[in-house]
């Protein structure tokens, strides 16, 4: 038999549920299935679990017709389970690495019904905070298994169904099932406890339970809060259907009250207007369930708590509220004296230009003016200038501006209408454009302004982790202003991705409330649809004969590694190629001076770092080689030959992060070393039938919605307000 069942469910968790099926599949211990139920998510969800089943067979995927949230949906999976435990963990949190082997341990050497395992909160700005696991036992019990009358402290670990492991036979003999609606885990843990006969405590930290800045049930507010009581009577219920487990009654009602309490303190949770509501409800329930001969009852200021509840007396519990409220605001204030001066001191350093910005600000919104920029003010470029295109075809009456930098006015096409970054043009369209369209971020003091439109198209399908995600990967995000990204993301009306993986990974790394149009990439419209004639053409601006093959060298940065340049040797690879073959080697435009790396190369070896369009680039390449770069989805919307070259592919993963191992899941060939690209060329393997395939199922999964069509689909929603 199975040892551990993992139930997964899943739901709008597309941005982390790979996270989480990899930190259970890469363990180092096998006995396990992970049952994932799609909960009729609306995201990709479903898709994802489908994926890692058909890759690993202890996965097996539940398809719910209809949403029926998290409780039932963690039965669907249960009614499924063939494991001798069952452990129910959220599609958002994840294992820590290598715990496996010492859960298991645990279960084979006590058998307990409930084994209890440590976790940590990990919060959106990589921060993790333990649990109370050290405060309720602070001499970890080891191997001794109890029953909750003889240790009823155990109620004061958090109440979830994920920090607990339950042997699958006694859940059923109990007959415990989820209830339905919002916490769902207190009427199934509580009495899970109260019943068991034999409950374990490893004190080994093996969830990560992810605190999300968006999306999260804990992060909304709404009367659904009110369904915590409902929750609760379903606890008492079953104490009184059970008698003989009520030795525990007075420890669990302090529990409730806890519980009551923390829901009614929580200003994301409950809004100003219900909280006298909710506070009658704490006290209807406290003198329902009074234990005859009391409880025990906190001291100080949450024993005041307990007494008012008791008492009724909302206006005075809400008073008491305001003041500590208001003793933590002083203390705030007192911390902040000195940014605010120092952002004082900025501002007046900006002098009058900010000024000025503020005052346009305070002016209408030119309902006409887009305001267009990519690359940090580079010039006219990427998904920005698609967008832009089909804009003027298909929104004449929408105006758009650039922005630019002094030293890239001259790169603009003839005919742009521009602004020079830092001058008061600038800031003027800043202020009152009614779109702003960006594959970066605007600059910090951009405001928000109610009628705007943010529009952040990004500017590549993410290989490398990003946004937030850089936090564990400290060498890739060195002087990120985290706090800041973040917003800045919160300015984001629209989010365009190209694919859902893209889609996944944004709504990890940039959390917020944008709506994602997974629409492809407007950038690539102009590859999906080019014809042979307007190859020929670039190839012939470019100097390229008809009869030569072109191989295109395009590396990403290493932010971490600023001078690092992979090893490549341009003669011996054109060796190889022969007297037709043609090198272009382009360095990121992180790197924008001409001739940056290759300052040697000569003849049939060209460096087109310092060309501005790089489609014109993959237009007139037959071959792509690149390492960690989003140019590799890109062009593989031309379907032509393209070989992963990592070098540092180790190394780069350790120090940079990935969002996944490209030389695991390519686009064709793959390369370690200079030699082996060398003996790709040599023996055409750039071209043969594996790599072929590779590149077929790359396509399929990154490039199907780039049909030329992607510009116009964002015009018409962002521009045109039509639906989808």
């Known amino acids: 038999m199975t040892l551990i069942s993992f139930v997964v469910p899943a739901y709008r968790v597309q941005g982390y549920l790979r996270e989480c099926l ?71 949190d994840w294992l820590a690495p290598d715990c496996l082997p010492e859960v298991a341990d645990r279960l084979r050497s006590t058998g307990p019904d409930v084994l209890v395992v440590d976790h940590v909160r990990v919060h959106w700005n990589d921060t993790a905070s333990r649990s109370a696991m050290a405060e309720v036992f602070p001499e970890p019990p080891g191997e001794v298994t109890f029953r909750l009358s003889d240790r ?18 006694f859940l059923t ?57 409902d929750q609760w009577h379903r606890v008492f219920r079953f104490l009184d259907d059970h008698p003989e487990l009520a ?44 234990p005859p001969g009391g409880y025990p009852a906190p ?44 952002r004082t001191a900025r501002l007046a350093r900006d002098g009058v230009l900010r000024e000025y910005y503020r005052a346009e600000l305070r002016r209408p919104i030119d309902p006409t003016l887009a305001v267009y920029a990519a690359y940090w003010y580079r010039g006219r470029a990427c998904n920005p200038a698609a967008v832009a295109a089909a804009a003027r075809r298909l929104a004449p ?17 003839p005919g742009t209408e521009y602004v020079v970054a830092g001058t008061p043009a600038y800031y003027r369209a800043l202020a009152r454009a009614r779109w702003l369209v960006n594959n970066v971020n605007f600059p910090d003091y951009v405001r928000k302004r109610p009628g705007s439109v943010h529009v952040q198209t990004h500017h590549g399908t993410p290989v490398k982790v990003m946004g937030l995600d850089q936090q564990r990967y400290p060498l890739g995000a060195v002087g990120m202003d985290f706090a800041g990204l973040l917003r800045r993301v919160d300015r984001w009306d629209y989010s365009i991705t190209a694919n859902s ?31 042979a004639e307007e190859v020929a053409e670039v190839r012939g601006r470019l100097g390229i004969g008809p009869g030569e093959r072109v191989v295109l060298y395009a590396p990403t940065h290493r932010e971490h590694l600023p001078r690092y340049r992979p090893p490549f040797d341009p003669d011996r690879l054109l060796d190889v190629l022969g007297p037709s073959g043609r090198l272009l080697i382009r360095s990121h435009y992180f790197h924008d001076r001409p001739g940056w790396a290759h300052r040697r190369v000569r003849g049939r070896a060209v460096d087109v770092s310092d060309h501005q369009c790089v489609e014109d680039l993959y237009l007139a390449a037959d071959v792509l080689v690149t390492d960690y770069s989003s140019a590799m989805f890109d062009y593989a919307v031309l379907d032509r030959p393209i070989v992963v ?34 003996d790709v060329f040599r023996a055409g393997g750039e071209s043969a039938s594996a790599a072929t395939e590779a590149r077929r199922r790359f396509r399929e999964r990154f490039c199907a919605l780039d049909d030329g069509h992607a510009a116009e689909r964002v015009v018409r929603r962002v521009f045109l307000g039509e639906s989808a």
């Open 397 to 413: 009456q929408v105006r758009a501006v650039w922005i630019v930098r002094r030293d890239r006015v001259d790169t603009l096409p």
């Open 299 to 342: 001291h100080g200021v949450e024993g005041l708590k307990h007494r008012l509840v008791a008492a009724g007396r909302w206006r005075t519990f809400s008073a008491l509220r305001g003041a500590n409220q208001a003793q933590a605001t002083v203390r705030g204030t007192a911390r902040r004296v000195m940014p605010v001066a120092r």
């Open 247 to 290: 030795g525990p009654r007075p420890a669990l009602f302090e529990r409730m009250l806890w519980h009551h309490l923390t829901v009614l303190g929580n200003g994301q949770r409950i809004a100003p207007e219900l909280r006298p509501a909710f506070f009658d409800r704490i006290t209807a329930d406290y003198r329902r369930f009074l």
């Open 645 to 678: 070259y990592a070098p540092d592919r180790d190394a780069y993963a350790l120090a940079r992060g990935v969002y996944f191992d490209v030389t695991a899941e390519p686009p064709g060939a793959v390369a370690l070393t200079f030699e082996e690209l060398v």
């Open 501 to 531: 993986f893209s889609t996944q990974m944004w709504e990890r790394a940039y959390p917020a409330s944008y709506v994602t149009l997974e629409v492809g990439y407007p950038r690539n419209d102009r590859l999906a649809v080019a014809t």
């Open 173 to 229: 003999r109990l007959g415990l099932r989820f209830a339905p609606g919002w916490y769902e885990d207190v009427s199934f843990t509580y009495p899970l406890l109260l019943a068991a006969g034999r409950i374990g405590v490893l004190d080994r930290v093996c969830v990560h339970y992810r605190q999300r800045r968006a999306g999260a049930i804990t992060r909304t507010r709404g009367d659904r809060h009110f369904e915590v009581f």
């Open 22 to 92: 990899d930190s259970l599949l890469g363990q180092p211990f096998g006995d396990i299935e992970v049952v994932g139920v799609d909960d009729a998510s609306p995201d990709t969800s479903g898709d994802i679990l489908d994926e890692y089943a058909a890759r690993d067979r202890r996965v097996r995927v539940v398809r719910l017709a209809e949403n029926v949230g998290l409780g039932p949906a963690r039965n669907a999976g249960l009614d499924r389970a063939v494991g001798e435990y069952v452990w129910f963990l959220d599609g958002d």
């Open 152 to 169: 009823p402290e155990a109620l004061r670990l958090l109440h979830t169904a994920w920090n607990r492991l339950v042997r699958r036979e």
